[in-house]
């Protein structure tokens, strides 16, 4: 595996001193040569010993598997080791950070596979966060040398996650398995049993369905004592996810079908960390994209004419679009799918819509269609010379829309009248009388010129309020220097009249106003003798204006 050798005894003084023979470099090479394993590179068989992280200080550091330090400091030598890519190195700079002096605990030689007979008092089976794992000379991935590394998690008695270095290789993270000759020979427990253990109680927990692009919120798991800080890490198929330490997580496409996990770390000054990971979610379903607006078709419903899809919203936005066309809702073939679709006769008066399929990796396909256009027509009837209205809107008289000319020219016009916007059924030509029911009354008219397969044209009129002529009605008598004028005003249409009356003679004037269309006025401060007496009637806005005329005698 590595070659972790210092063959210089130890100094006769705790500070750290300089090999005084290192080993030739032949000797170092063909050491390294019979201790080295290659790295996989993929996921181990269900019956291999170890399943390799990461590899190198950098990218293993990337992928949040750390290397506490080391990269910057694996030219110092710890313990007497050989400085940069060594096992032993590596493990006793790990003891060192965990506050052990840097001086090996026992007088014997460095190599690895010394390790567990020197510290045989504190070495077992028993496999625990912040132990050395140790492995003999000649045992399955130790080499001639033996090997050791530092123990980051116990999932289980069985399975274990350690970080090494190795002699002329590089740094590792690994999961080892206990199924089969490469299961570390022993424990060592420097640091790990004399500092006590943080002691998970309750382990994290994730909130939601998995879902490619769905949150799912984590929860922090349980450690005692109480308070200490943690860590949080989310893991997709069981291997961690690269940056995911936040306290949500979204699947993504890649996700889809594995299980989603979360792990959280503890640490606190004085206990060794452990390590906590939630249980396996349902693997990742498909996600679900939101219409956020429908899709369209646009373009004139006529033969000849060209329809184009105009595309739906989405989010997420959908990687891949194809549209299929439908009439009156039967789909129209393979071989005019596409953006567009040029109208043929075969499909007059059928409404035409357009399905949009979208697809986007990790997520369910989804079909849309789109409001239908249409009915598909022939052409478009043009109105070469203009409707005209005329007639007054006068109670009697008669009110006329004469038709223009259009193309083409066997096309029909129907009319349609209305009084205050109801339609009068009973006349359905170009012109209309104007009778007793319409005084008061707004006068509109439409007319719709159509032909099949052939969209129409419509043209309207508003001829305004139905008004109705005035009949005024005096009676006037004299008195003693004064006249009474009594008013009658009638009106066809209008049962009655209100508004205002005048009474007049010479420069005296009289203000009355209509009650049930009558009204009495008396005037005084007359001359004797003859006189004429003038009502003028103002007329209500329905009812038009007018006048009467009587003479009177004026008594002394």
């Known amino acids: 595996m590595c070659l972790t050798v210092d063959p210089v005894p130890p100094p006769k003084s705790p500070v750290q001193t300089r090999p005084r023979r290192l080993l030739s470099r032949s000797l170092v090479a063909s050491l390294a040569a019979a201790t080295l394993v290659a790295v996989p590179a993929a996921a181990p068989p269900s019956d291999a010993t170890s399943t390799y992280l990461c590899t190198g200080y950098t990218a293993c550091s990337n992928a949040g598997y750390s290397h506490a330090g080391y990269a910057s400091h694996s030219q110092t030598m710890y313990w007497r080791m050989y400085g940069g890519h060594n096992c032993t190195n590596y493990v006793a700079y790990r003891m060192v950070k965990h506050g052990m002096p840097n001086e090996r605990p026992w007088s014997g030689s460095g190599n690895a596979t010394n390790w567990g007979v020197e510290m045989a008092d504190i070495t077992?089976?028993?496999?625990?966060?912040?132990?050395?794992?140790?492995?003999?000379?000649?045992?399955?991935?130790?080499?001639?040398?033996?090997?050791?590394?530092?123990?980051?998690r116990v999932v289980s008695p069985t399975e274990i996650v350690i970080s090494e270095d190795s002699w002329s290789g590089d740094f590792h993270w690994r999961t080892i398995y206990k199924n089969g000759p490469g299961w570390p020979s022993g424990f060592i427990h420097f640091v790990d049993k004399q500092t006590p253990a943080l002691v998970n109680t309750a382990v994290p927990h994730i909130d939601g369905t998995p879902q490619v692009g769905v949150p799912l919120r984590g929860y922090?798991?349980?450690?005692?004592?109480?308070?200490?800080?943690?860590?949080?890490?989310?893991?997709?198929?069981?291997?961690?996810?690269?940056?995911?330490?936040?306290?949500?997580?979204?699947?993504?496409?890649?996700?889809?079908?594995?299980?989603?996990?979360?792990?959280?770390?503890?640490?606190?000054?004085?206990?060794?960390?452990?390590?906590?990971?939630?249980?396996?979610?349902?693997?990742?379903?498909?996600?679900?994209?939101?219409?956020?607006?429908?899709?369209?078709?646009?373009?004139?419903?006529?033969?000849?004419?060209?329809?184009?899809?105009?595309?739906?919203?989405?989010?997420?936005?959908?990687?891949?679009?194809?549209?299929?066309?439908r009439a009156d809702g039967v789909w129209l073939g393979a071989a005019l799918n596409g953006r567009t679709l040029t109208l043929t006769r075969d499909l007059l008066d059928k409404t035409i819509s357009v399905v949009e399929v979208t697809k986007r990796r990790g997520y369910t396909t989804v079909s849309n269609a789109s409001p239908g256009v249409g009915p598909v027509v022939s052409g478009v009837v043009e109105l070469q010379e203009p409707f005209r209205a005329s007639g007054t809107a006068r109670h009697g008289s008669e009110l006329v829309f004469t038709p223009g000319t259009w193309s083409p020219a066997d096309a029909t016009a129907t009319y349609a009248w209305f009084r205050d916007g109801v339609e009068v059924p009973e006349v359905t030509g170009s012109t209309y009388p104007l009778g007793a029911a319409d005084v008061g009354r707004r006068i509109t008219v439409q007319a719709t010129v159509s032909r099949d397969h052939y969209v129409g044209l419509t043209r309207s009129a508003d001829f305004g309020v139905v008004t109705t002529p005035s009949t005024v009605v005096l009676r006037a008598g004299g008195r003693k220097r004064g006249a009474v004028a009594r008013v009658r005003v009638t009106a066809p249409g209008a049962p009655s009249p209100s508004g205002t009356v005048w009474a007049r003679v010479g420069q005296h004037v009289v203000r009355g106003t209509l009650v049930d269309g009558v009204a009495e006025m008396i005037l005084t401060g007359l001359g004797k003798g003859p006189r004429t007496v003038i009502v003028v009637y103002a007329g209500d806005g329905v009812v038009e204006p007018g006048r009467a005329t009587a003479q009177v005698v004026v008594k002394p």
């Open 220 to 325: 922090y798991g349980i450690f005692s004592p109480g308070g200490s800080p943690q860590t949080l890490q989310w893991l997709v198929g069981g291997v961690p996810v690269p940056g995911a330490t936040t306290i949500s997580y979204t699947p993504v496409a890649a996700d889809l079908g594995k299980t989603i996990s979360l792990s959280t770390t503890a640490t606190r000054e004085g206990y060794t960390t452990a390590t906590a990971t939630s249980e396996a979610s349902a693997p990742v379903a498909a996600g679900s994209m939101a219409r956020v607006a429908k899709p369209a078709a646009t373009g004139d419903p006529i033969v000849g004419q060209v329809l184009t899809a105009v595309p739906g919203q989405w989010a997420p936005e959908p990687e891949t679009t194809s549209y299929r066309w």
């Open 124 to 152: 077992d089976t028993t496999p625990a966060v912040g132990a050395v794992a140790w492995w003999r000379a000649g045992v399955a991935g130790a080499g001639s040398s033996g090997h050791v590394a530092y123990v980051e």
